[in-house]
């Protein structure tokens, strides 16, 4: 038997009658918050280059994909087998530059064929539809960007994100009077969204990077307090600032 047949004859015991209760009471709805999940202890595994939190972590993941192939196949539809016979179907067509006649020299001209070729598959979608609604916002954003410039709609260098947001900024000074800043604001997440992008960077990776120094230099600042015997809680703004600027020099 193979690796991914004993895997799927695992899960099949699972789900059958006298199997485990909690396997048969889901289903591909009640898995989706563990998929979500899942997907980032991958990513963080992954980010710690240890090799066996990466194996455990692309096991659950393929846990994940045999088991919901179970359920739907339960109740008629597709199997495991259809969907990994998708898959490389799905590769090839999208790679004719490799298992074709087709010549892309540059990951920039495969980037545009793979969606050329998507929209041939799906002639009546929009090239901005497909998107997971529910990925991160700035992560949403890139995505958004990056589908648009592969028709050309993307300023041809840095410079024009820079100015936008300096026009996003003067319009949220101007808004800020009338209190009716929400939409300057998100257009300026957008617009830096824009230039993390332009700038072959990963906006959620930056603000994760910056919410990660945060956390780092404001733990220091509590370990400062309690070296002059005090809580965070009991310093005013001007101290806990002085404190701010000490732990940014500890770091250096």
């Known amino acids: 038997m193979s690796p991914i047949e004993k895997l799927?004859?695992?899960v099949q015991r699972l789900r059958a009658p006298g199997g485990c209760p909690w396997d048969i009471a889901q289903t591909p709805q009640t898995i989706t918050p563990h998929i979500i999940e899942e997907a980032y202890e991958l990513v963080d595994a992954i980010e710690s280059d240890n090799l066996s939190n990466i194996l455990d972590e692309l096991s659950d993941q393929l846990l994940h994909v045999v088991m919901i192939s179970e359920m739907i196949h339960e109740t008629g539809g597709f199997c495991f087998d259809d969907v990994a016979n998708h898959c490389s179907e799905k590769m090839i067509r999208r790679h004719p530059h490799v298992f074709g006649n087709s010549?892309?020299?540059?990951?920039?001209?495969?980037n545009k064929k793979w969606e050329e070729i998507k929209s041939k598959e799906k002639p009546n979608q929009s090239i901005v539809d497909g998107i997971p609604k529910h990925l991160p916002a700035l992560l949403h954003a890139h995505k958004i960007q990056r589908k648009v410039a592969h028709v050309g709609f993307d300023w041809p260098d840095l410079n024009g994100p820079i100015e936008k947001l300096k026009e996003e900024?003067?319009?949220?000074i101007n808004a800020i009077s009338n209190e009716n800043i929400d939409e300057e604001i998100g257009d300026i997440l957008f617009t830096i969204v824009n230039i993390c992008r332009k700038s072959n960077k990963s906006a959620e990776d930056l603000l994760q990077n910056a919410n990660n120094k945060f956390k780092r230099r404001f733990k220091q600042c509590e370990m400062l307090a309690k070296q002059h015997n005090k809580t965070i809680h009991e310093l005013n703004l001007t101290e806990l600032e002085t404190l701010w600027d000490q732990a940014k020099k500890l770091e250096k």
């Open 8 to 10: 799927k004859s695992i």
């Open 103 to 110: 010549h892309s020299s540059s990951i920039g001209e495969v």
């Open 169 to 172: 900024c003067e319009e949220l």
